[in-house]
């Protein structure tokens, strides 16, 4: 899939840490601010206990997760909407970005100074915001000098236009996401073209110091103070305990993990939270070659999942056969879920659900 998140966040606060845990791309790691004048671009496998657990009952030579696509955003700082820090050149990248995870930093170190010279993540929230906010604003404003132009001309829906972009303007204006802006759901298409910073899904990923990966601490509660209102994921994790985790093979890495107090490396649910932030799932296929999860959005249809598998299965879609996993793992194979009745043979109008087990009958 296209889709990808974008991790924003101020200068020196672990995000490319973290993007080098979960990426097959890795990058330099350095104490200074705006050392990069380029973000960077990697693919994160997206765990999934089920794809392995699929293994046990239909062996297969490959086994092959789904993906996701991360951005690591180089660091913002006030006035990056004017030029400052490394300018506003990156502000592009996130607005590329369908989703942002907005990494803060939320533990002391005296060898690594903070750009505003303390420690304070909800005044980074606010920095990170205004300047997006800002951006939105002249985007808005421009649009409504476009339709401006229609209006005259007697245009209807671009004078509705105007009246739902105004809404936006004094949201913006009062230092408020427009994601929140009070607009009807229908409404929305008058900003769609826009792509708007602040009208994307944001999760907040607290990086801590490595003894309060389990509980936090108190820069970790003044966030969660801070965002109560707000219906967001807040993660806490220590970035450079991943960094460490994700040097370990398997058998170590689940001691280091019990000593730590984790049952799992915490980017494995930032990978996960990342992709159901961009509304995506996955469904499987199954076979001795291969055990494949593949990505889709969710809603998609049988004929829409099978063009993620390649365009002609989805020209020429006939029909799905599709399993649900928890039948799978639980009769034991898909001869045993026909015998069941729980093999369902499904038409172009099927919605594929969350770990479907399919099989495309098609002919072009």
Not at 111 to 130: M, Q
């Amino acid at each position: 899939m296209a889709l990808q998140c974008g991790i924003i966040g101020i200068a020196n606060v672990g995000k490319s840490t973290l993007f080098n845990c979960m990426s097959n791309t890795k990058v330099e790691i350095t104490s200074f601010a705006f050392t990069t004048n380029k973000s960077n671009v990697g693919v994160v496998n997206v765990p999934d206990p089920r794809l392995d657990m699929l293994v046990n009952f239909q062996p297969t030579e490959k086994v092959i997760p789904a993906t996701v696509g991360i951005i690591d955003i180089p660091g913002l700082t006030k006035g990056a909407n004017k030029g400052e820090g490394v300018g506003n050149q990156f502000l592009s990248d996130i607005r590329n970005s369908d989703a942002l995870i907005h990494v803060l930093r939320c533990f002391d170190d005296k060898e690594l100074s903070h750009i505003e010279g303390s420690v304070n993540p909800v005044r980074d929230i606010e920095t990170i915001n205004l300047e997006l906010q800002v951006k939105d604003l002249e985007s808005v404003e421009k649009k409504i000098i476009r339709l401006g132009k229609l209006a005259k001309t007697g245009d209807k829906d671009a004078k509705h236009g105007i009246d739902v972009l105004k809404v936006y303007q004094d949201h913006l204006e009062n230092f408020q996401n427009a994601s929140t802006a009070p607009v009807q759901e229908s409404d929305k298409k008058y900003i769609d073209d826009m792509l708007l910073l602040t009208a994307k899904p944001v999760m907040y990923v607290c990086n801590v110091e490595d003894e309060a990966a389990v509980l936090g601490n108190e820069y970790v509660k003044s966030v969660k103070d801070f965002l109560k209102d707000e219906e967001t994921e807040i993660l806490v994790l220590a970035a450079r305990l991943e960094a460490e985790i994700s040097e370990l093979d398997e058998e170590d890495r689940k001691e280091f993990l019990e000593d730590a107090g984790l049952t799992e490396p915490g980017v494995g649910k930032l990978v996960r939270s990342a992709y159901s932030l961009l509304n995506l799932m996955s469904f499987f296929t199954v076979g001795p070659k291969e055990n494949r999860a593949w990505t889709i959005k969710k809603g998609m249809t049988a004929p829409q999942a099978a063009g993620v598998i390649h365009s002609d299965l989805e020209r020429g879609f006939i029909r799905a056969e599709v399993i649900k996993y928890e039948d799978f793992i639980t009769l034991g194979s898909e001869n045993a879920c026909k015998v069941a009745g729980k093999l369902n043979v499904e038409g172009k109008n099927y919605v594929v659900g969350d770990g479907d087990i399919l099989h495309i009958r098609f002919n072009v």
